[in-house]
């Protein structure tokens, strides 16, 4: 029997970023119109497309034997699942992101314990009563299909428990934050015994290892440039880089070529100081994987 991994990818929201971030990896998914089986570029793997929030189901039943899912997720359904690795990525921002609960501008709600017999809107429901119960708070929880924020506005709930990244969407319905209740973030995850099976193992880790590359080399670029000799240590010594930079002389010139990675955020402040100092030819470059 040929051997396959049959990998779970989520759909919805994360569905470009993940894509394109198996793309970066080396794995290209051609999702073919309405089909919720799309064609991947290793025969060693079947790509099956489901909703992210049923994903922990279908793996710990054995449906998929991997797939990619938030934390949240795996929590509220209380999945039995190994979890692989942690991928920070999302649509928006490469942070994790929070369920938190919220309430009205100018609701008198200040603390947990003000919500005694309150309704909550919240799609994470198992999470959200397990949540409260544990600390002992009688509140009324029900499912919010979508739009949880308008609930509070409209006086359909006297608090949300709501995912946020930017809170840009909290503040534009004028709401107010008053607990963190969690942090995600995208989880690999693998069937137990799927994980007990050695080539499903070795590919899940090889899955994991090129995923987590790509994401470490989405927050760095190479930076190339020509330094003279005379200069290279003064340039050398405001360059941040994974190690040491790499040096080689120029052919027939006084001339040294110096290459080295570095953090995106710092390419901007950086170049116009090598400038300053003598360096030329600067070439900036981005980079698929760093391992």
């Known amino acids: 029997m040929e051997n396959k991994l049959k990998l779970g990818v989520p759909k919805g929201s994360l569905q470009n970023a993940t894509i394109e971030l198996f793309k970066r990896s080396g794995w290209k998914i051609n999702v ?5 089986f799309p064609d991947i570029n290793d025969p060693e793997i079947e790509c099956a497309i489901c ?8 793996v ?5 034997d991997a797939g990619l899912t938030g934390k949240d997720w795996i929590a509220e359904n209380q999945s039995d699942v190994h979890v692989v690795t942690d991928l920070i990525y999302s649509k928006v921002s490469s942070r994790p992101a929070r ?8 609701s008198p709600v200040r603390k947990l314990e003000d919500l005694q017999g309150k309704k909550i809107a919240t799609e994470m429901v198992g999470f959200t009563k397990r949540y409260f119960a544990e600390r002992n708070i009688d509140v009324e929880v029900e499912f919010s299909w979508g739009a949880t924020e308008a609930k509070v506005v409209s006086g359909l709930a006297d608090a949300i428990v709501e995912v946020t990244e930017t809170e840009s969407t909290i503040r534009a319905h004028g709401l107010r934050i008053v607990k963190e209740l969690m ?27 090129l995923l987590h590359s790509a994401l470490v080399a989405e927050k760095l670029v190479g930076l190339k440039m020509n330094v003279p000799e005379e200069k290279a240590d003064d340039i050398i010594s405001i360059l941040p880089s994974l190690n040491a ?28 100081k090598i400038l300053e100092k003598g360096g030329e030819g600067i070439i900036e470059y981005p980079l698929n994987k760093v391992l």
């Open 99 to 106: 369920w938190i609960l919220a309430v009205a501008g100018d």
């Open 183 to 209: 942090q995600t973030n995208t989880q690999l995850i693998a069937n137990r015994k799927a994980w007990e099976d050695p080539f499903k193992k070795a590919k899940i880790k090889q899955l994991a290892l």
């Open 245 to 272: 930079p790499t040096i080689s002389h120029l052919y027939k010139s006084s001339w040294l070529s110096v290459e080295i990675v570095v953090d995106v955020s710092v390419v901007r402040d950086l170049i116009p």
């Open 51 to 58: 909703r992210a929030q049923e994903m922990s189901i279908y």
């Open 32 to 36: 073919n119109g309405r089909s919720y």
């Open 60 to 64: 710990e039943s054995g449906t998929l």
